[in-house]
């Protein structure tokens, strides 16, 4: 209880030694434990509504971005944002598992930025397939063995993945949420020193991202390009005095230790990943919408399709063309816009470019703004 005013004036709490703190944090963790299990209780009730609902999805992803969106703006410190965001990641993922416990495939194999993508966006509380391919991970989904997938699609100075793209063209699942993990690179080993390192192992894209690290810190030691991060990671942990760069979350899956931590060169760099899935997520309030598009070849064409969206205001935040592999200097259009497409302004523009002779279109699916 606070202090009963003196002379109009409130006294100042007594300073609390180290046992009646350990008691107050005991009570506020007991507290937190109570009202756990009330959101737990809670939880179930909203599974028994779904389950009277015929093939009503379990993972919401809208409403998910909207709990994050909702506790970043109230949020006030001690306590990074980003810590309760994780917090309330896994109480979420442990919730989910009372009502169905996903199964989510990944492009594997352990320890990879996609797993780490995977656990970073459901949690620990999902059952993770690994894949060996994009085409296998679709099919996983697509029958049902599993019931989303995660797929690399950006990176944010490389450019995007175009065999993800790909896998779109003749898939019917949809775009149900994104993700986006910055580029961390450790330097992991078996070695007890830097000194004792002997050779360091890496895929080409990670030794590039560290390669003024490496030259500045320990250009003698040879490096070896592997084609995977997984490889390189079961070289150092199989090698004596090997090294590898990879993720934090290598270390305790191929027991190795960190020997240098964020070595990468540059700070800002993201991957950008896909979460797909057999539904279609509501709007949250803050959504993306991704659809694809081919034409035909003649002047003005692409003008007078960008035109749809310009006259809307909608703004396109990517345009990508590849490719269609299915004859000659055929092409496809991959374009990422701001808003939901059951929005007024967006649905108009949609039916639109249906409505264009000669022009095939596929939306791929609209899904929550990332929040983390």
């Known amino acids: 209880m606070p202090p009963a005013p003196v002379n109009g004036e409130v006294a100042a709490h007594p300073p609390m030694d180290l046992k009646d703190l350990r ?4 009570g506020i963790d007991d507290a ?3 009202l756990l299990m009330q959101r737990a209780e809670l939880v179930l009730q909203v599974g028994h ?3 009277r609902t ?3 999805p379990f993972y ?3 409403r998910e971005a909207q709990i994050h969106t909702r506790l970043g703006q109230r949020h006030q410190g001690p306590l990074p944002v980003a810590a309760v965001h994780r ?8 919730s989910l598992s009372l009502e169905k416990q996903l199964v989510v495939a990944y492009l594997g194999p352990e320890a990879t930025h996609t797993h780490q993508a995977t656990l970073k966006h459901f949690g620990s509380s999902c059952r993770m397939a690994p894949c060996r391919s994009m085409e296998e991970l679709f099919q996983e989904v697509e029958v049902g063995r599993a019931d989303y997938g995660v797929v690399p699609v950006e990176h944010s100075t490389e450019g995007m993945e175009y065999h993800t793209l790909d896998c779109f063209v003749d898939s019917p699942l949809r775009i149900c949420a994104e993700i986006v993990l910055p580029v961390s690179y450790n330097l992991l080993t078996n070695a007890t020193s830097l000194e004792e390192v002997t050779v360091i192992y890496g895929h080409f894209q990670a030794l590039a991202d560290c390669h003024n690290w490496l030259d500045k810190n320990i250009s003698s030691i040879p490096r070896r390009t592997t084609e995977s991060t997984a490889q390189a990671l079961e070289e150092a942990h199989r090698q004596p005095n090997a090294a590898a760069i990879g993720g934090v979350y290598a270390a305790d899956t191929y027991g190795l230790a960190i020997m240098a931590e964020h070595i990468e060169d540059q700070g800002n760099d993201e ?18 919408t991704s659809l694809m598009f081919s034409l035909q070849d003649h002047p003005g064409f692409l003008y007078q399709i960008l035109g749809i969206f310009a006259q809307r205001g909608i703004n396109l935040s990517r345009l990508e063309s590849r490719p269609s592999r299915r004859r000659p200097w055929d092409y496809l259009f991959f374009v990422d816009l701001q808003g939901h497409q059951g929005d007024d302004n967006i649905r108009p523009a949609l039916q639109e470019l249906a409505r264009i002779p000669g022009v095939f279109t596929k939306i791929l699916g609209s899904y929550p703004h990332h929040v983390l």
């Open 23 to 26: 008691q107050a944090i005991d």
């Open 32 to 34: 937190i434990h109570d």
């Open 49 to 51: 509504v779904k389950g």
């Open 54 to 56: 015929l093939d009503a």
């Open 60 to 62: 919401r992803p809208e």
């Open 87 to 94: 917090i309330f990641r896994e109480i979420i993922s442990a």
């Open 271 to 288: 991957n950008r990943f896909l979460v797909v899935g057999r539904h279609e997520p509501a709007p949250s309030g803050l959504d993306k």
